[in-house]
């Protein structure tokens, strides 16, 4: 199970679904431009020591990514407040690329119509969005819930 951050702007936010990929021990990749350098001090505040302990991969650009990403053969699983299809009702792999758009402007329409799957978090009506670092650990927590194998 991988994480996927397009095209972050809040430095914070990244740090923080970093930790959250060490912590889970899953692998980040943050597709580019990011709106803050990786020198950013809120950046390594919010990943804390954690950043160490992560695979992370920069793509230049949507292209290189979804050009690495198709001959890998994984799934892109979409977070979206458009989604059409509820987070707790999708079948995950444990091979899925969950894809989380930028905090400000979401994702253009071409990475929506590349994505194998749209999903939402539902939330109450009349209110925008979670913060994008919630909704990773909790898009994360069920794609793990339903492919990791339970400990004896």
Aim: charged share 20%.
């Amino acid at each position: 199970m991988q994480i996927a951050l397009f095209q972050p702007d809040i430095p914070q936010n990244t740090g923080t679904i970093l930790r959250l990929c060490a912590c889970l021990d899953m692998a980040a990749h943050i597709i580019e431009p990011a709106g803050f350098p990786v020198s950013d001090r809120l950046f390594r505040r919010a990943g804390m020591d954690y950043l160490d302990q992560v695979s992370v991969s920069r793509h230049d650009s949507w292209s290189k990514f979804e050009a690495w990403r198709t001959e890998q053969g994984y799934r892109l699983l979409l977070f979206t407040t458009k989604g059409a299809t509820n987070y707790l009702d999708f079948r995950y792999q444990p091979s899925d690329i969950l894809l989380l758009g930028r905090e400000s402007a979401g994702v253009t329409d071409e990475v929506v119509a590349a994505a194998d799957a749209r999903l939402v978090i539902p939330i109450k009506p009349g209110l925008r969005s979670l913060n994008v670092a919630m909704t990773a650990a909790m898009a994360a927590g069920e794609a793990l819930r339903q492919t990791r194998t339970p400990q004896a």
